[in-house]
């Protein structure tokens, strides 16, 4: 029980004891009811340092509080009793000690005391039924009983009881209950406060141990909380550390926040040769009210000059593999190139050996001329080209004239067909550097069959989003291709030929994406592969190509 509750307890009882004894000395005459009222006076005063110091001594115990209010009643009782009774004016002040017991006690409590409430009341109606009553009685009553009435006499005293009882029951039950009922909520209020100060001391202790500097400011940009690392990083010292934040371009940059309502998702500034990664956000409270913004924000000076590292080693890295690659690739043609020019001067030939050397140093010169343009290709970003009107059909034919002119023999077949005569806007050398390569590679994989043979399909197909468009398959029945290398076939210098750069597919792949095309493989190992090229059609062709 609080010390509050009975603090209130003492002093109340003293108040109310001490009026009631005064008025009615008031009323009812000093020279009546003086040594009465005194001795009830007297001993409510000499009770209160016994029942303080009972209470000191047992602060746990609801024993002082029964005796004390028990005892009050008591008192209460001789007072409404030498003031009329159950008929008389101060009946309704019995009502006090039950509505001290509930509240105190709760309902049980209330009760009992009004029960002795009660009993008092019933004595005293008691008493005065029976002439054993002071001249202050009931003038009802005694007139009642001078006549003889003692049947009404004891109806009506009876009733007045009963009205009282009914009192007295109410008040000590219902203040018992409301009591009761906001003790309750008292605890339930208890373990949310505790609970929300639980959270917020765990709140702080999280925000005070993070690593990442965190200010945040009312909608006024006041700041409410800079948790230590924010100090840090801002330098931000001594009691006037808000003045330093105030010019710092955190404070810029929430500013701005507020007042803009929005800003980049991360900026990052410089304080002190520091660089700091910022994010900047608001809050709103729960009622949905915008609050406030938010900064956090990160030393991330060691992080960038760390990343800047390992992009410039990673670059060189890049350039060495390139280099090592473009030595080894050219190395072999220049070899070839070298020996055949040895051969030419150093002795005579027999017959159509010159024009043989002079062939494999053209082939291989060549050859070193491809390497070079695909690393230059593999080097040089993507850029715009002059486009002309070419007709897929006619360029196709030149490709796979070419690629028959090629051929050591007739061994694969090569056959054009032709759904459509498809027209688009593009660069014929490109393309054509496309084509042949997807060809090439084509009867290089069919040319170990005696059936061999490469079907170049032109058409046009509608696809999603991007309308009418050129469509170009190259399908042979080679060796075809392992799955695990689909996934990787167009990326730089990955090949599977010994002679190969890996640069052909990853070349072609690039032309194709620069005239807003693509390129994609559906291959079956030993039965074949299909390459797709998809391109846009020109603006003059797509009403007509079908």
Wanted: glycine fraction near 10%; include cysteine.
């Amino acid at each position: 029980m609080s010390l509050r509750r009975l603090t209130y307890l003492h002093v109340g009882r003293l108040i109310i004891i001490g009026s009631l004894c005064v008025a009615g000395m008031f009323v009812l005459g000093t020279e009546n009811v003086l040594v009465t009222y005194a001795i009830v006076g007297l001993v409510a005063v000499l009770y209160t340092p016994f029942s303080l110091l009972w209470m000191n001594r047992r602060p746990d115990s609801r024993a002082p509080v029964w005796t004390i209010l028990l005892l009050d009643s008591l008192l209460l009782g001789v007072i409404v009793h030498l003031a009329g009774g159950v008929d008389g004016p101060m009946a309704v002040s019995m009502a006090l000690p039950p509505l001290a017991a509930g509240l105190l006690l709760g309902q049980r409590g209330g009760l009992g005391v009004a029960l002795e409430c009660i009993v008092i009341l019933t004595g005293s109606a008691w008493l005065e039924v029976n002439g054993i009553q002071v001249r202050f009685g009931s003038p009802l009553m005694a007139a009642l009983r001078n006549k003889g009435e003692v049947l009404l006499t004891i109806r009506y005293a009876g009733l007045r009881t009963f009205v009282h009882a009914c009192l007295l029951t109410s008040a000590g039950l219902i203040s018992g209950y409301l009591s009761e009922t906001l003790r309750k909520q008292a605890g339930r209020l208890q373990v949310v406060l505790d609970a929300l100060r639980e959270s917020q001391a765990t709140a702080d202790e999280i925000l005070n141990s993070m690593t990442d500097g965190v200010v945040v400011v009312d909608t006024a940009g006041r700041p409410i909380r800079v948790n230590p690392a924010a100090r840090l990083c801002l330098g931000l010292t001594g009691e006037d550390w808000k003045a330093g934040l105030r010019t710092s371009p955190v404070q810029g940059l929430l500013t701005d926040f507020l007042e803009k309502g929005s800003g980049p998702e991360q900026s990052d500034l410089s304080v002190g040769g520091r660089v700091l990664e910022c994010r900047v956000s608001g809050f709103r409270n729960e009622q949905g009210d915008f609050s406030g913004a938010v900064a956090v924000f990160s030393d991330v000076t060691e992080v960038r000059s760390l990343r800047a590292d390992l992009e410039e080693k990673e670059k060189m890295a890049v350039l060495g593999r390139l280099s090592a690659t473009m030595a080894h690739e050219i190395r072999n043609p220049l070899a070839s190139i070298s020996g055949s020019i040895q051969l030419l001067r150093s002795k005579p030939l027999e017959a159509g050996g010159e024009e043989r050397l002079m062939s494999l140093i053209v082939r291989e010169s060549g050859r070193v001329s491809e390497i070079l343009e695909g690393y230059l290709e593999l080097a040089r970003p993507a850029r715009a080209f002059s486009r002309e009107r070419i007709d897929l059909v006619a360029l196709l034919e030149e490709a796979l004239d070419l690629a028959r002119r090629s051929m050591d023999d007739g061994g694969v077949e090569l056959v054009l067909e032709a759904g459509a005569r498809p027209v688009m806007e593009g660069s014929r050398a490109r393309l054509t550097q496309v084509f042949g390569n997807l060809i090439r590679n084509a009867i290089e994989a069919t040319e170990q069959r005696p059936d061999g043979r490469v079907v170049v399909r032109v058409g046009t197909e509608q696809y999603p989003g991007s309308g009418c468009d050129a469509v170009v398959r190259v399908v042979d029945n080679g060796c075809g291709i392992d799955p695990e290398r689909l996934e990787t076939i167009m990326d730089p210098f990955i090949s599977s030929k010994d002679s190969g750069t890996g640069l052909g597919l990853y070349i072609a792949r690039r032309a194709a994406e620069d005239h807003g095309g693509a390129i994609s493989f559906e291959s079956s190992p030993g039965r074949g592969t299909t390459v797709t090229v998809r391109l846009p059609l020109s603006h003059a062709s797509k009403d007509t190509a079908t």
